[in-house]
T-cell receptor, first 114, second 118 residues
């Protein structure tokens, strides 16, 4: 069974700082990878996704993530955060053989100070 | 376009009671999944339904059950509620389960039903 680990539980940044959130997964087969964001009081929204091809994927709101297969990692980055990026971020893995089941990491709460 | 809708948004139950949560998927989506999100944790997979059949089940006790209707809406039932069942229950829809080569696995989530068990 697959598992997902997010190493940072809480991150506090100032506006304009760079953000990088770590995500590692354990699964030997082919995977789809996702980052979801949950803004305060809102539903989970997809930030970006990787299925195949270029391992550097760009998502909405200036976020990007890099898939490093050899490290089983899919880290999320943003060069310059804004106060509105305050949210909880979840990395998720879909093992293609498992249909539409997503396995989520525990989440990282990001607080951006104005 | 309407997204995934869930009802009720909030509810309070006592231990031992039963609860039914409802979900309407995005129009055209045939697959519905249920996730449990306990405070401070990531969502955990409970069930997936496609074309009214259970296609996946997570590590949850038999007190949890679900079904999907011909219009692709779904209900999640939890019997004999425990304090530990307090959580946000998320419904997510996706296009289909078939053809894993092209299946993106992308899920669209509703805002959830927050269940408090006292």
């Amino acid at each position: 069974a697959q598992s997902v680990s997010q190493h940072n539980h809480h991150v506090i940044l100032s506006e304009a700082a760079s953000l990088e959130l770590g995500c590692n997964y354990s699964y030997g087969g082919t995977v789809n990878l996702f980052w979801y964001v949950q803004y305060p009081g809102q539903h989970l929204q997809l930030l970006l996704k990787y299925f195949s091809g270029d391992p550097l994927v760009k998502g909405i709101k200036g976020f990007e993530a890099e898939f490093i297969k050899s490290k089983f990692s899919f880290n999320l980055r943003k060069p310059s955060v804004q106060w509105s990026d305050t949210a909880e971020y979840f990395c998720a893995v879909n093992a293609r053989a498992a249909g539409n089941k997503l396995t989520f990491g525990g989440g990282t709460r990001v607080l951006v100070k104005p | 376009d309407a997204g995934v809708t869930q009802s009720p948004t909030h509810l309070i139950k006592t231990r031992g009671q039963q609860v039914t949560l409802r979900c309407s998927p995005i129009s055209g989506h045939k697959s519905v999944s249920w996730y449990q999100q306990v405070l401070g944790q990531g969502p955990q997979f409970i069930f997936q339904y496609y074309e009214k059949e259970e296609r996946g089940r997570g590590n949850f006790p038999d007190r949890f059950s679900a079904r999907q209707f011909p219009n692709y809406s779904s209900e999640l039932n939890v019997n004999a509620l425990l304090l530990g069942d307090s959580a946000l229950y998320l419904c997510a829809s996706s296009l289909n389960l078939q053809n894993p080569i092209t299946n993106t696995g992308e899920l669209f989530f509703g805002e959830g039903s927050r269940l408090t068990v006292l």
